[in-house]
């Protein structure tokens, strides 16, 4: 790349992200809330380490990834970075988490009681480096992420199935619950992302509210607004800041 390619490519990324930047304060001065308490995930899968460092000039820090191989391929080129976070939002297998151990801040995507053992071992034995820590000590900050539909080829667990999985990650000290995750069905359908945000909310009330679960990871390009008007605390962004996918 050229080095005005170059230049054009950070240019447009942080273009991007000051996008989404506005569209998430306009969004939570117009229902009341502080634009500090929603955090923003960009998330850069099949992203490329350029576009990651015009973000993290900008200011970005928090980046999520969906496939744990690439999340650590980056990781590992991006590691002279202070500051910066990877957050794991795809789908994660039991054994790929010795490979995220000690290289992830996050995991928004726990939805097993055997995951959420397997996590525990894991960030145990590497827990979570000082310059990446999300949280003021070296847990590894986890999500549950809940199926509201109830479709079988998507991932998270049944809403029924959240006590005794709350109850195992509060039994792993490596780990510390954050809260709940949610991807609602339907392409852009505002009213659909509506209801499933409601409805995570209302299922975050009912198992011990913000006391228990203080976050809510829900809410992407096309439904930002509407997750930041249900209660979302992290918004995870992609095209909209970085372009399409390579």
Known sequence: MSPAESAGEWEQVQ?????????????AERHGRAPADIR??????????????????????????????ELVGKAALLSELPGLRFHMIGH?????????????????????VRLAR????????APVPTAQQLLPGPELAV???????????????????LPELMAAIGAEPAL????????????????????AFTALAELRERHGGTAILPEL??????????A???????????????????
């Open 217 to 226: 990871s829900m809410g992407m390009s096309r439904d930002l607004e509407v």
């Open 118 to 125: 397997e996590l525990g071992r894991r960030a145990a034995l």
């Open 176 to 195: 510390r619950l954050r809260g709940l995750m949610a991807i609602p069905e339907g392409e852009g359908d505002a009213e659909a992302s509506r209801r």
């Open 143 to 161: 999500f549950i992420e809940v199926n509201l539909s109830a479709e079988p080829q998507k991932a998270g667990c049944a809403p029924t199935e």
């Open 15 to 27: 273009r991007g992200l000051a996008r989404v930047h506005e569209r998430i304060r306009a969004a």
């Open 40 to 69: 923003l995930l960009a998330v850069s899968k099949r992203q490329s380490e350029g576009k990651i460092r015009a973000a993290y000039a900008a200011g970005q820090r928090d980046f999520g990834e969906n496939y744990a191989q």
């Open 92 to 112: 994660l297998q039991r054994n790929k988490c010795a490979t995220l151990a000690g290289r992830v801040s996050a995991v928004h995507s726990v939805d097993s």
């Open 228 to 246: 930041v008007e249900c209660g979302s605390s992290w918004v995870r962004v992609g095209t909209d800041i970085f372009g399409a996918r390579v």
